[in-house]
Structure formats: structure tokens, C-alpha cells
């Protein structure tokens, strides 16, 4: 990075760009040999990386403000933090995944890589959107390498499941072109969901085939940013098998959907509950 790099500091909370892209809440950022991340969102390339707990960001000029956005500056991740550190286990979690950031990511993409993620595991995952981008996003050069958008919702929206065999995402890409049609036809407003309860919006977008109550709750607390989400994944439930307290008093809270990444991250990263 440069002096002419534009940079945002997170008033003093921990920020970790290793945490935050790796921790299964998105699929699009790729590592870079000097530890910095590359990544396009709404259409804007990026590269990131994190020094002192502040997020350094190279990308157009005039995109400061989105990535703040992105990154979600304005909640105070520490006092979250401390507000879920109650016992030992707790403690623990929230002081090892205290870089996470709920990012702010764009409604339609989040759907579309929950709906793909179901049954699936992050590599897999990241795979088939991958492939997803570079079929049919639009490339976008970014210091000598090409990145890819995220195909909308109209593109996918006229295709039928065999025009999606490139994917290699099995029955989960007719689920992809229904919530495309859904969305082009207006049947799904994302900005109608957004100012809907999280138990209207869940019943909302679970009226989309493929869409059950984990890839629900992924895409309000990812691509809604309703941090009342709870997702029950594989590595929670064995998150709630080892942790000796009541879990109900976190899924229940204003910020249960932080507090589901720190259990997720904390139970992953250590093999618990195996």
C-alpha cells in the first residue's frame, strides 16, 4: 500500500480482514501472496488488507464512502464484543474472532451464494460462484488481473437449469433461476424486505423454492444485515453440544447474529464438539 491509499480506521476496534472473508458469510475475496485481498462489490474492485486493526483499501476514487458502508463502520463491534463475553467459553470466542465484521453485501448476490452454499462447503462454494462471474458478470481490470461482477438478476432470470451445467451446482441452480424471476418480476422487493421485521422478512424470502430456514437466516443477517439472524449450521449445532450454558439468552438478543459468527468461527477454527 501507498500514502495514496485511502484507509479506514475503525475507532479503536480490532478489524481483520483474514476473519472477516474467511469466516463463511462471503465467497468472492481472494488472498494475495502479501496478505491483502482482492474483491469487486457492486461492480467497484478492491484490495484490502488490515494493520493495527484498521482496514487499508485501495480501490476507485470516490468509493470511500461505499466501503465504509461495506464494512459496516458505524456499529460498535467492541461493545458487542464485550456484551457477549458472559463465561469462559464466551469470553474465549469473542476475543478470537473479535476482527469479524457483518458486511453490508448486496441483497441479490448474498441470496444467490446461500441458495448455492446449502449441503455445500466453502472451497465448493466459492468455486461455483466463481464460475458463475466469469461466465456471466462483466469483467472489470484491476491492477493487471481481471475481476468479475455479479451477474443480476435479469441475466439469470431468462436461462434455463441446463444453460447453468457449467456450474457444477447440481440441483441448486433451478433454485437460482426461480429466485431470478422472482426478483425480476418483482415478486421479491429486497427494499420492501429490508423494512420488514426478521420474522416477516424470513417468511417472506422462504416462500422462494430452495430457500429453507439456515439459507433464510444467512441472507438476512448477510445480504439484510438484520443482526437479529440466527443461522443453525452444522458447526453450530456442535457449538451448542459443547458449550455447557443456555444458548437461547444469544439467539434471542439484538446482536445474535454477531454472536452466531463468533460461536461459528471460534467452534470451526478449534474443531470443537467433533
Request: charged share 20%; with cysteine.
Given at each position: 500500500?501507498?500514502?495514496?491509499?485511502?484507509?479506514?480506521?475503525?475507532?479503536?476496534?480490532?478489524?481483520?480482514?483474514?476473519?472477516?472473508?474467511t469466516c463463511g458469510q462471503c465467497f468472492r475475496w481472494i488472498s494475495q501472496e502479501d496478505g491483502s485481498y482482492l474483491g469487486i462489490v457492486r461492480g467497484i474492485p478492491a484490495r484490502v488488507r488490515d494493520e493495527n486493526g484498521t482496514v487499508y483499501i485501495k480501490s476507485t476514487p470516490g468509493s470511500i464512502d461505499m466501503w465504509r458502508d461495506y464494512f459496516d463502520c458505524g456499529t460498535d463491534y467492541t461493545a458487542?464484543?464485550?456484551?457477549?463475553?458472559?463465561?469462559d467459553f464466551t469470553a474465549k470466542a469473542a476475543e478470537?474472532?473479535?476482527?469479524?465484521?457483518?458486511l453490508r453485501q448486496e441483497p441479490w448476490e448474498a441470496l444467490c451464494t446461500f441458495i448455492i452454499s446449502q449441503c455445500n462447503n466453502i472451497p465448493r462454494i466459492t468455486g461455483i460462484v466463481q464460475r458463475l462471474c466469469e461466465k456471466l458478470g462483466t469483467a472489470v481490470p484491476f491492477e493487471g488481473q481481471?475481476?468479475?461482477t455479479f451477474p443480476d438478476a435479469e441475466q439469470l432470470a431468462v436461462l434455463e437449469p441446463e444453460d447453468l451445467k457449467f456450474l457444477r451446482a447440481g440441483?441448486?441452480?433451478?433454485?437460482?433461476?426461480?429466485?431470478?424471476q422472482a426478483v425480476q418480476s418483482g415478486a421479491l422487493d429486497?427494499?420492501?424486505?429490508?423494512?420488514?421485521?426478521?420474522?416477516?422478512?424470513?417468511?417472506?424470502i422462504m416462500q422462494l423454492r430452495g430457500v429453507g430456514r439456515k439459507v433464510a437466516d444467512c441472507f438476512l443477517l448477510f445480504g439484510m444485515h438484520k443482526l437479529d439472524a440466527f443461522p443453525v449450521d452444522t458447526w453450530m449445532k456442535k457449538a451448542a453440544a459443547y458449550y455447557s450454558g443456555d444458548m437461547h439468552r444469544f439467539v434471542d438478543s439484538p446482536y445474535a447474529g454477531v454472536y452466531q459468527q463468533y460461536f461459528f468461527f471460534y467452534t470451526r477454527e478449534h474443531g470443537l464438539g467433533k
Open positions: 500500500m501507498t500514502k495514496h491509499d485511502s484507509y479506514i480506521p475503525f475507532s479503536g476496534s480490532h478489524f481483520s480482514a483474514q476473519q472477516t472473508f458487542i464484543c464485550q456484551s457477549f463475553a458472559v463465561d478470537f474472532g473479535k476482527g469479524i465484521r457483518i481481471t475481476l468479475y440441483y441448486r441452480a433451478p433454485y437460482l433461476i426461480l429466485a431470478a429486497f427494499s420492501d424486505m429490508q423494512k420488514m421485521s426478521t420474522d416477516a422478512a424470513r417468511k417472506e
